[in-house]
T-cell receptor, first 116, second 112 residues
Framework: DAGVIQSPRHEVTEMGQEVTLRCKPI?????LFWYRQTMMRGLELLIY????????DSGMPEDRFSAKMPNASFSTLKIQPSEPRDSAVYFC??????????????FGNGTRLTVT | AQSVTQLGSHVSVSEGALVLLRCNYS??????LFWYVQYPNQGLQLLLK??????LVKGINGFEAEFKKSETSFHLTKPSAHMSDAAEYFC??????????FGQGTELSVKP
């Protein structure tokens, strides 16, 4: 298995532009998570899906952020418009179950977003 | 509600020395406890986990952790540090059907 695949690995964009981050979870996993990691805030859970349905988006910072999971093998996180404070590493993770139980989260290698 | 606190954002040890990374948790239900490791430019990966049963759990790369309910702790140890252990380590707490709550992370440096 190739693991969780995220693209792009690096994204540099100007303030005000739309940014789309992509994730392919591990086949068969029923949960998908989006995290953001910064020096100041550490690792933050933004949103997670179960069987393609958003379950908890309370971590999404603003309406500028949106996430979709149109099918079991693909998810996107979109920021529109982007701002410099959105600069961070964004991780996608998948698992069998919520991750809080026996099944571990499998993380992708992340997308490093820089907004200038 | 559940929470986790990692004591010390940075820990530095010499190669061959004992590694001790501290983690305390708060949980109103029996917790599941995890340690994840993040190497530079990579995502997190599971190091070890405690769910039920034996309170001393062993993970990959010679790491182990002990669940101490009376102290609400789940400290991570390794008898002898190796240069390749340099990474960031995250303690996390969860419960059946619940989402994982991560600590702030501890960066481990290993000096030659």
């Amino acid at each position: 298995d190739a693991g969780v695949i995220q693209s792009p690995r690096h994204e540099v964009t100007e303030m005000g532009q739309e940014v789309t981050l992509r994730c392919k979870p591990i086949s068969g996993h029923d949960y998908l998570f989006w995290y953001r990691q910064t020096m100041m805030r550490g690792l933050e859970l933004l949103i997670y899906f179960n069987n393609n349905v958003p379950i908890d988006d309370s971590g999404m910072p603003e309406d500028r952020f949106s996430a979709k999971m149109p099918n079991a093998s693909f998810s996107t996180l979109k920021i529109q418009p982007s701002e410099p404070r959105d600069s961070a590493v964004y991780f996608c993770a998948s698992s069998y179950g919520t991750g809080g139980n026996n099944s571990p989260l499998h993380f992708g290698n992340g997308t490093r977003l820089t907004v200038t | 509600a559940q929470s986790v606190t990692q004591l010390g954002s940075h820990v530095s040890v010499s190669e061959g020395a004992l590694v001790l990374l501290r983690c305390n948790y708060s949980s109103s239900v029996p917790p599941y406890l995890f340690w994840y490791v993040q190497y530079p430019n990579q995502g997190l990966q599971l190091l070890l986990k405690y769910t039920t049963g034996a309170t001393l759990v062993k993970g990959i790369n010679g790491f182990e952790a002990e669940f101490k309910k009376s102290e609400t702790s789940f400290h991570l140890t390794k008898p002898s540090a190796h240069m390749s252990d340099a990474a960031e380590y995250f303690c996390a707490v969860g419960r059946q059907g619940g989402k994982l709550i991560f600590g702030q992370g501890t960066e481990l440096s290993v000096k030659p």
